[in-house]
């Protein structure tokens, strides 16, 4: 169609940020530091490439995602371990945060909570910030691969994608069926994965992740925490995802507990004060 006479005039109007987070409540980074100095590692697992597991995490625990044998992203999905309606909320999370999270941002939980379930209060990889391409680590973009989408651009029936194995982790954990738990298979965020989106199409892409061996996301738990992780069948997602042929490895999950008293009076957020009437 042809562009009006003041198309670039429409073009330059300023954007404004839609949700400014100045007001938004702030984790106290120095008590979490000083409670973590004092904690002792309590649970460790391994996710197996290609793979996903569940672990727990109480309230004012910390927990771990470290790279080892070789760059690997995860897919994390988070529910409140004693009620599997407030889970992550990548969506508000991206509206809050930004595309991809960091140091002393936080994952929020799904309506009607609204709540910090957990806090990023370590990441190696901060210092990797908005590249040229305008990627950047840890993203809440992105949803998961999935077998649906698969089927639909390819007609493939890939099971170990990072969807099917939070499923099968998620009802492994509960003890039901692969049907009752997959509802609650939620967006993500995606650990340690490098993404952005296309200056020229804006098409949603991945790139080599530039997470090392030894390089962890940590976090804190504001709330009861079940957690999921998959180790993605993409690897470092560097070319593809959802298939055999990537270099793919394990993720360990760690869990501390910090000393009694460590935390002072600390207690977790209240859930949303909204009064959810609705204008009724």
């Known amino acids: 169609m042809t562009q009006p006479a003041d198309a670039d005039a429409r073009r330059m109007v ?22 973590r100095d004092t904690a002792q590692k ?8 290609r793979d996903a597991a569940c672990f727990r995490v109480p309230a004012g625990q910390f927990f771990r995602i470290t790279s080892v044998d070789g760059p690997q992203v995860g897919d994390l999905n988070l529910w409140h371990a004693n009620n599997l309606s407030e889970r992550f909320y990548s969506g508000k999370s991206r509206a809050l945060h930004g595309t991809h999270l960091t140091t002393g941002e936080r994952m929020w939980s799904s309506f009607p909570y609204l709540r910090p379930m957990a806090t990023l209060t370590t990441d190696t990889l901060g210092w990797y910030g908005i590249d040229p391409y305008g990627g950047s680590v840890h993203d ?11 089927n639909l651009l390819a007609g493939t029936h890939y099971h170990h994608c990072c969807h099917s194995n939070l499923t099968r982790a998620l009802a492994d954990e509960l003890g039901v069926s692969l049907a009752e738990a997959e509802p609650h298979v ?4 995606n650990v340690f994965m490098c993404t952005g989106f296309t200056r020229d199409t804006g098409q949603y892409f991945m ?7 030894g390089d962890y996301l940590e976090f804190f738990a504001e709330v009861d925490l079940l957690g999921a992780l998959s180790a993605c069948p993409g690897g470092d997602c560097s070319t593809e995802h959802s298939s055999d ?5 394990p993720l360990l999950v760690e869990v501390f507990e910090p000393a009694p008293g460590a ?3 600390w207690s977790g957020p209240a859930v949303n004060g909204y009064d959810r009437s609705h204008g009724k």
């Open 263 to 265: 935390l002072g009076d």
């Open 207 to 213: 790139k080599a992740s530039p997470v090392r061996p």
């Open 245 to 249: 042929t990537a270099a793919c490895y």
């Open 186 to 189: 939620h967006d993500v965020l």
């Open 140 to 150: 809440v973009i992105g949803t998961r691969c999935d077998p649906y989408t698969g």
């Open 14 to 35: 300023k954007p404004v940020i839609c949700y400014p987070n100045d007001t938004l409540p702030k984790p106290d980074l120095a008590l979490y530091a000083l409670a």
């Open 42 to 49: 309590v649970e460790e697992l391994l996710v197996p490439a």
